[in-house]
């Protein structure tokens, strides 16, 4: 349904004829057919938070489309679909939310970077029964960072962790969830080709907005796949968090790579962009001259503070320790 109220569903018609429609205009569009043209057409008639809906019917389409998955995540557009002739079915597709569930084949696609941490750490604490979790990343140092974080915690929770780097050992298995930690269109298609029955692709990390790829809508819908992506937590996102911090169902801390004062924001902007930390900063802008500090070299300038860490891990007590060292507020 467009902004006035007016709804788009295409059942002929020529690419000319939907070509004309105007563009971003549509919330809903019901697509029957499998025609390549109309369908790459009808993706940029699709409005912000707008939804698609290809209903094949017994059709298919024989060569990939090209899709706006940059607006996935920024534009929160979604695309469902079924190989039959009802077009209610394919709404069944849709998870109830974005969470992963019981039982998933959960694949971290940049498991080793900071949110790839914070992805495989948080999913192996999630208390989920038969949940498995792999995670790959191409810098091996990344990867025993992240084990020696993560590995501990997937075995208190009964969690079958495995972390690879693809280079070396390419994956064979299929997934039933996939995080995405890169922005790189080419693996939205891959995690179609590798995907089992009802699987949900989470584009987590921005693809910019205006990124079309061309994916493989045939399986995407006989498999009964879900991509979504989302832009920024809300509110009740964050007291979710909390809530699991305070219940000790998560810990944060175990993402943190590096501490900072304001001397040091500018050289840790840096470091995240080129890559040359695996985790999070924590930047205390009331200690002014502290510089960037990683974890791992903290005892050659706190000592005591590092004597806080639990296994290499950032603690409270460190926190307090840091503060009380470097004249802030305890």
Same mark, same amino acid.
């Given at each position: 349904m467009s902004p006035d109220g007016a709804s788009a569903e295409v059942k002929t018609g020529s690419p000319a004829i939907v070509g004309d429609l105007p563009n971003e205009a549509f919330d809903d569009v019901v697509y029957?057919? *499998?025609?390549?043209?109309?369908? %790459?057409?009808?993706? %940029?008639?699709? *409005? *912000?938070? =707008?939804?698609?809906?290809?209903?094949?019917? =017994?059709?298919?389409?024989?060569?990939?489309?090209?899709?706006?998955?940059?607006?996935?995540?920024? =534009?929160?557009?979604?695309?469902?679909? +079924? +190989?039959?002739? %009802? @077009?209610?079915?394919?709404? @069944?597709?849709?998870?109830?939310n974005g969470e992963i569930r019981p039982r998933d084949k959960v694949l971290v696609i940049g498991a080793g970077g900071p949110m790839g941490q914070m992805h495989v750490i948080r999913n192996v604490c999630l208390g989920l029964e038969g949940v498995s979790v792999v995670g790959t990343d191409f810098d091996d140092k990344r990867i025993e960072t992240l084990r020696a974080k993560a590995g501990l915690l997937a075995k208190a929770h009964g969690v079958s962790l495995r972390l690879v780097n693809p280079q070396y050992d390419p994956l064979q298995e299929k997934f039933t969830y996939f995080a995405l930690m890169a922005p790189v269109g080419a693996l939205v298609a891959s995690s179609i080709a590798d995907a089992d029955d009802r699987a949900i692709i989470n584009i987590f990390a921005g693809i910019p907005a205006a990124t079309k790829h061309d994916l493989d809508l045939d399986r995407y819908i006989e498999k009964r796949c879900f991509m979504f992506g989302t832009s920024g937590s809300t509110i009740d996102d964050m007291r979710i968090v909390l809530g699991k911090l305070e219940g000790d169902q998560l810990d944060t801390n175990c993402s943190v790579d590096a501490i900072s004062g304001m001397a040091g924001a500018i050289d840790g902007l840096a470091r995240v962009e080129d890559r040359t930390l695996a985790g999070k900063i924590i930047v205390y802008p009331m200690l002014h001259d502290v510089g960037l500090i990683p974890l791992s070299h903290l005892a050659k300038h706190f000592p005591s503070v590092a004597a806080k860490l639990d296994r290499g891990k950032w603690t409270h007590a460190a926190e307090c320790e840091l503060l009380r060292l470097a004249g802030g507020p305890a």
């Open positions: 029957f057919g *499998a025609d390549k043209e109309i369908i %790459d057409l009808l993706n %940029d008639k699709l *409005a *912000a938070q =707008g939804i698609i809906n290809v209903v094949l019917g =017994g059709k298919r389409i024989g060569e990939p489309v090209s899709v706006g998955v940059g607006r996935v995540h920024y =534009g929160m557009t979604r695309w469902i679909g +079924t +190989t039959g002739c %009802d @077009a209610s079915v394919s709404y @069944a597709t849709i998870p109830v």
